[in-house]
């Protein structure tokens, strides 16, 4: 195993991205917690091009959820 290990590049390659402003999309998901009654719902911030999470925030259905993290480029 210390051998394989020796062998694998220890620098990341980085991908410069290009600096357009990117296009938010919002989704969510929601989960049983616990019990029937603790519905939990996950928000996610992704970029529409790259399809990458930019944001999240666990909570309740409300608009204040919705709206917990403001996302300003």
Known sequence: MNDCYAKVPQQA????????????QMDE???LVD???NKQWVWL???????????CHVG???TQSARHYPLTF
Do not use: F, N
Not at 13 to 24: F, L, N, Y
Not at 45 to 55: C, K, L, T, Y
């Open 45 to 55: 911030a992704m970029d529409r091009a790259s399809r990458e999470i930019i944001g």
């Open 29 to 31: 998901l929601w989960s």
């Open 13 to 24: 390659k980085v991908v410069v991205k290009p600096t357009t402003r990117p296009v938010v």
């Open 35 to 37: 019990e029937k009654g």
């Open 60 to 62: 309740d259905r409300s």
